[in-house]
T-cell receptor
């Protein structure tokens, strides 16, 4: 099955700096890669996703890049703000009838004011 | 439009007790999932239902059973709770595998087994 790894497990940045969170996946058949943000005590919420036919996708201050050859994808947050502090999960899946998302263990991002 | 609704939000059980976690979605999604979240372990799939009438084991199914009652509802049952099942449980739904727009998660159930 799919295995998704996230590194590092924690990341601390100064407000206004950029943050990059990296994930690797193992199954070359995976073709959909979403990112979720989970604030303390809340549910995970989808913030951006990318499909394997696209190399990069942007939405205001966040972007995701995908390298299919190396089997890794990254979340980029620019001009970080304190409200970006949360746990971020990456995930991967294919398109089969029984496909389901496999999540990484999550990374805790702290933005220092 | 409520999205995915989970009940209860909090529960304390004694070892050996049973309980059922309820999940309902109103988005006409075909697929539903149960995950557990433990510190440092991320989200681990317990069971899922790709479509009404089907259920399959995920990564950590031991000690749990599920029922896809209809297209809207997917319940998770703990027959004999153990302290190792202390966790936050999330239900999620999606339109269907292969047509991805991500999952919509419920607000979670925080379960403590003493």
């Amino acid at each position: 099955g799919e295995n998704v790894e996230q590194h590092p497990s924690t990341l601390s940045v100064q407000e206004g700096d950029s943050a990059v969170i990296k994930c690797t996946y193992s199954d070359s058949a995976s073709n959909y890669f979403p990112w979720y943000k989970q604030e303390l005590g809340k549910r995970p919420q989808l913030i951006i996703d990318i499909r394997s036919n696209v190399g990069e996708k942007k939405d205001q201050r966040i972007a995701v890049t995908l390298n299919k050859t190396a089997k890794h994808f990254s979340l980029h947050i620019t001009e970080t703000q304190p409200e970006d502090s949360a746990v971020y999960f990456c995930a991967a899946t294919g398109t089969g009838a029984n496909s389901k998302l496999t999540f990484g263990k999550g990374i805790t991002l702290s933005v220092r004011p | 439009n409520a999205g995915v609704t989970q009940t209860p939000k909090f529960q304390v059980l004694k070892t050996g007790q049973s309980m059922t976690l309820q999940c309902a979605q109103d988005m006409n999604h075909n697929s539903m999932y149960w995950y557990r979240q433990d510190p440092g372990m991320g989200l681990r799939l317990i069971y899922y239902s790709a479509s009404e009438g089907t259920t399959d084991k995920g990564e950590v199914p031991n000690g749990y059973n599920v029922s896809r009652l209809n297209k809207r509802e997917f319940s998770l049952r703990l027959e004999s709770a153990a302290p190792s099942q202390t966790s936050v449980y999330f239900c999620a739904s999606s339109y269907r595998p292969g047509q991805w727009n991500g999952y919509t998660f419920g607000s979670g159930t925080r379960l403590t087994v003493v």
